[in-house]
């Protein structure tokens, strides 16, 4: 293969190649399968394709069982979610409600495609947890029958460095953030950091300055600071209208 390997004009063919026929009958002997082969393990990706309205897994690259230990044909939601890395798990069930509410909207109005992606650390064959990208690409169609289709591309990004206890995610339906990932993609993301985001979902379950001061075993005055540098960080109005956002989002 030549060209670019950060370059996914090779899953747009796949798509438009195997989706009018449900991605059924995937010849892994095509120029084209073999191509995505050589793009995968080139960038340490694999791929899944999934029937995202009735929830069913139709399609996942060999590459996953070198990525995850599991094979292909194995691979199914709950694998998933127990290949997860226990602190990251909260997040990937809410990007997976996330990512069910957008396709139910697609599905509505009857066009169009969205994006979600974030990172996940996922367990590999050795046992220890790999920084894992997903990229979540929803579309809608009417052929072979109506439904949400989803690619989803996941990435090892070991090399990425993010800030502490940062962590990428977006949310949206700009294409051009569905190519291989680099820094400034990454980035893209949530600027709080572990406590701060605690805080930001204890104040959402009602609590006030307080009542986080004593569960968190932290002076009252460090609880404010927390919450002056959240709005700083945001520019928000108040923490109600930037919890409001992230639920929009999915993250709450």
């Known amino acids: 293969m030549t060209g670019n390997f950060n370059n996914y004009d090779l899953y747009n063919k796949f798509i438009n190649t195997y989706s009018p026929f449900g991605f059924r009958n995937i010849d892994s002997g095509s120029p084209l399968m073999k191509q995505l082969d050589m793009l995968m393990e080139k960038n340490n990706q694999f791929f899944v394709v999934a029937d ?24 199914d939601a709950f694998r998933y979610i127990d290949a997860t890395h226990p602190d990251d798990v ?25 994006i979600l992606s974030t ?7 050795e046992g220890g947890y790999c920084q894992t990208l997903f990229q979540d690409y929803l579309y809608y169609v009417t052929i072979p029958y109506k439904t949400v289709f989803l690619l989803q591309v996941n990435t090892n990004i070991d090399w990425w460095k993010p800030a ?6 977006y949310v949206g339906n700009d294409l051009e953030l569905f190519r291989y990932p680099d820094n400034d993609l990454l980035n893209i993301g949530i600027p709080f950091s572990q406590r701060e985001f605690q805080i930001i979902k204890l104040i959402a379950t009602g609590m006030n300055s307080e009542q986080i001061s004593e569960k968190l075993f932290i002076s009252i005055n460090t609880v404010s600071t927390h919450r002056k540098n959240i709005i700083d960080k945001t520019g928000k109005n108040s923490i109600s209208e930037l919890i409001y956002e992230l639920q929009e989002k999915g993250l709450m």
Do not use: S, V, W
Not at 52 to 75: D, F, Q, S, V
Not at 119 to 125: E, K, V
Not at 164 to 169: A, L, P, S, V
């Open 90 to 114: 909260q997040r990937h069930l809410q990007g997976r409600a996330k990512l069910i509410n957008m396709a139910k909207d697609l599905y509505m109005a009857g066009k169009g495609t969205a």
């Open 164 to 169: 502490k206890n940062r962590f990428h995610y």
């Open 119 to 125: 990172n996940l650390r996922l367990r590999n064959p």
């Open 52 to 75: 995202y309205l009735n929830m069913k897994i139709i399609y996942a690259n060999t590459l996953c069982e070198k990525m995850l230990g599991i094979k292909p044909e194995e691979l």
